[in-house]
T-cell receptor, first 115, second 114 residues
Framework: DADVTQTPRNRITKTGKRIMLECSQT?????MYWYRQDPGLGLRLIYY???????NKGEISDGYSVSRQAQAKFSLSLESAIPNQTALYFC??????????????FGPGTRLLVL | AQKVTQAQTEISVVEKEDVTLDCVYE???????LFWYKQPPSGELVFLIR??????QNEISGRYSWNFQKSTSSFNFTITASQVVDSAVYFC???????????FGKGTSLLVTP
């Protein structure tokens, strides 16, 4: 089984709808991240969490919210989806115990289309 | 400010050719980490290598090799004898002491044709 899983893998929604993307990990890592990928722009950080009680905004947090329900679960919500949130969304995890510059491991991604 | 530049947007080679993907980075930190990830057509991101700023030794893993040069702020990736399965988008990324996440380049799309 994959160490980092994301559900759903694909989602089509309409403008104005609220949707939630979920991420679970079995790696035992304390840090989790949400990124979005747009063609030609690389990956940009939306939110990150260094532990269950620690949530921080990333580069492009407007229009998104997150919840760290447990060490292993980190969900991303779009309160009112808009078309320019159409993108590929990745969850990632890392282990702070490995020291600075720890490797981030990514989930398989969720393709979101907002009509 | 931190920045990663992958100037090559797309590269196309014929199978068995060697290919080098360029990565140039900017950071004011003296301690930092560089990464390469591979994104095949299926979409997932696969970790390839992590290198810290104190270790300039080049690394080879099978057909893959990485050349880290602090003097030119570059961390280039070479695939020797490329294969069709190497076709993917490759991302270079930077993490430093003052950052909270990875700074990604925009990626280089590599197409290897038979």
């Amino acid at each position: 089984d994959a160490d980092v899983t994301q559900t759903p893998r694909n989602r089509i929604t309409k403008t104005g709808k609220r949707i939630m993307l979920e991420c679970s990990q079995t790696k035992g890592h304390d840090r989790m991240y949400w990124y979005r990928q747009d063609p030609g722009l690389g990956l940009r950080l939306i939110y990150y969490s260094f532990d269950v009680k620690d949530i921080n905004k990333g580069e492009i947090s407007d229009g998104y919210s997150v919840s760290r329900q447990a060490q292993a679960k980190f969900s991303l919500s779009l309160e009112s989806a808009i078309p320019n949130q159409t993108a590929l969304y990745f969850c990632a995890t890392s282990d702070s115990l490995t020291g600075m510059g720890e490797t981030q491991y990514f989930g398989p991604g969720t393709r979101l289309l907002v009509l | 400010a931190q920045k990663v530049t992958q100037a090559q947007t797309e590269i196309s080679v014929v199978e068995k050719e060697d290919v080098t993907l360029d990565c140039v980075y900017e950071t004011r930190d003296t301690t930092y980490y560089l990464f390469w990830y591979k994104q095949p057509p299926s979409g997932e991101l696969v970790f390839l290598i992590r290198r810290n700023s104190f270790d300039e030794q080049n690394e080879i893993s099978g057909r893959y090799s990485w050349n880290f040069q602090k003097s030119t702020s570059s961390f280039n990736f070479t695939i020797t004898a490329s294969q069709v399965v190497d076709s993917a988008v490759y991302f270079c990324a930077l993490h430093s002491n003052s950052g909270y996440a990875l700074n990604f380049g925009k990626g280089t799309s590599l197409l290897v044709t038979p």
